[in-house]
């Protein structure tokens, strides 16, 4: 290699231009591109990395609900009634949609209003939480981060307990309403959401202050639900499953409300996928590179937000699975977000299934909260994956 | 208005809130130049490239590139004409050095999920041409800071910029590849790209630029060939350093940093 000579470039002139008063440079002749075009000599085997890419999204996609199906398919067939035979269980599920819910018997009807809206809340929890904990890892580029991290549980968790607490003094709605807990829970986790996205935003709006604010804004909230825990011990019990999670609330009536809006916006989520790659270079890369930082930033976090707000309303604060799964993606697949989007629904669809079988076997007739479920499942396999992977691993 | 130059900056002002950190600034380069960016800390070289990249807005002022005012222009239109090699790059999350680069096309793919192939072919040039294609498939954290450094050129490169924007590209390097990074960026400005290389080895700079700026607290002090301009009384000026400054056998002169001036006592 030789080391390039100064002489190379010939500069013309160099001159304070007397009209404007600016330092004018000129060259004298344009130059041929020092980098010709290279024929393209890649290895014959060596397949394009755009079409490697395509293949493995597929084969994820694919593979990835197979395994979903047949989780869900366990699922169904595993309850404390008693364990039937999976074909049967997809038997009966067929035979109870066909008849439309109506005149069903005794199998039927465990399957279809019991088992079935379970599995479906359980999926589309544990799709959400994972994409959203994924999104935010990712805009805010730490590690550690889950979807928790803006305040949305504590705001969710004090205003699910407050109505628990004063809900039959409502007006029009008793404490048994079925959507007074939900209800609380959105509306206290968006608006703690917005309080931290208003302190971010008026401190700069920079990921760690989002960190910070979501913090401070978590705390205050948990407190304040401390405090309606010490003075009406008796009146909320009703609400305490949802503070650990649990899917024994799950109807017909509920279930839709999740599945619809968390799939949906799940799915909607990884239209972005290249953008949260271009957030792995940081927000000035991503910027010169032509992305609008604080639109993408604002409303990737208010829609991650919403996704949690909505996870969370109807069963509760279920941990773990926000945090882990978007990095056990992550290990595996690598960081481009067009795998790992994908993937994390699926694992967190799929980790939710299970989990929420364990916690309704475990213990007949008891059943445990699923969220300790999850991180006692998942904490085993996440330490293998760390001690296989970890060294290389950064995120 | 001046003449059509490939980079045209007019009373470029910069303020955060108070603190003037750039100051009426003028400038017009041609393409295929080498530029070095001297001057030191908190002088305004990281401001000014960050104005002409547009992360920052500008107070006041214009910039022209290659004939268009970036000010009107939308950023993904501007990251066609300029680049940017930052200082340093944090957490990557298991991008792989082909996924970073990647994202160097960013604004060329107007579909939402998947890049084109003429975008992957130019991908494969980059890495090739900065010697990284065994690479490509390395997680961007198992990189040496040598080979990161080259994968970030090669991201800028494939914006196929007029003005490439570099930040102390050598400030973790080795003498090694210290040159060689210098080498790589001298090459691209033989391409008709302007390179402009913020950095503090003054003598390497010397080396390798073709016209040195020299920056203090937030305007131009001096502009001129290297070797002419670079003295022990402007080093003085600058940096507050005495120094030695010497020619070698080829005519390169390097500088010898002797002893900073307390400003307090002088």
Known sequence: MTIASRNKTDVSSLQLDDNSDSWIIKTRKTFSRAFGRMKDDMDPGDESDIALKKKRFVIISVFGIIMALIAFFISISIAAGGVIPISDAISSLVSSIAKHGTNLNEEELYIFESRLPRALAAIAVGAGLSIAGCMYQAIIRNPLVDPYITGVSSGAGCLAVAVGAIGASIPFMGADNLYLVPIAAIIGGLVAFGITMLVAECSGGSATNYILAGVIVGFAFSSIQTIFISMAKDNFSDVMWWLYGSFAQVTWENAWLVFIPVIFLSLLSMLWAREFNLFMMGEEQAKQLGLNVKLFKRSMMILASILTALCVAFVGIIGFVGLVVPHACRMALGGDHRLIMPASIIIGAMLMLFADIVARMAMIPMELPVGAITAIIGTPVFAYMLIKKGREYDG | ?266
């Open chain 2, 1 to 266: 208005m001046m003449a059509d130059h490939l980079l045209e900056i007019h009373g470029l002002n910069k303020k955060f809130g108070d603190f003037q950190a750039l100051k009426d600034i003028n400038l017009g380069l041609d393409k295929g130049l080498m530029i070095g960016l001297i001057g030191p800390n908190g002088c305004g070289k990281s401001t000014m490239m960050k104005c002409i990249c547009k992360i920052h807005e500008m107070s006041s002022g214009s910039i022209y590139i290659d004939g268009e005012d970036i000010s009107k222009k939308k950023p993904a239109e501007v990251s066609k004409l300029v680049a940017t090699v930052p200082a340093e790059s944090g957490l990557t999350f298991g991008l792989t050095v082909t996924d970073m680069v990647m994202l160097g096309r960013y604004p060329f793919v107007d579909k939402i999920w998947w890049e084109n192939p003429e975008d992957e072919t130019a991908v494969r040039e980059a890495l090739k041409t900065f010697g990284i294609y065994h690479l490509r498939k390395k997680q961007v954290s198992m990189l040496s800071s040598g080979e990161r450094q080259r994968a970030m050129i090669a991201k800028a490169y494939v914006q196929e910029p007029k003005v490439m924007l570099v930040d102390e590209p050598t400030s973790h390097l080795d003498m090694k590849y210290k040159l060689q990074v210098m080498e790589y960026l001298k090459k691209m400005s033989y391409s008709d790209m302007t390179v402009i290389v913020a950095e503090h080895d003054i003598s390497l700079m010397a080396r390798y630029c073709d016209i040195c700026i020299i920056m203090k607290k937030g305007e131009i002090q001096t502009i001129g060939d290297p070797k002419k301009v670079i003295t022990e009384d402007l080093i003085r000026d600058v940096y507050e350093v005495d120094s030695r400054i010497g020619l070698d056998e080829d005519g390169e002169i390097y500088v010898l940093p002797k002893k900073y001036i307390d400003a307090e006592e002088s």
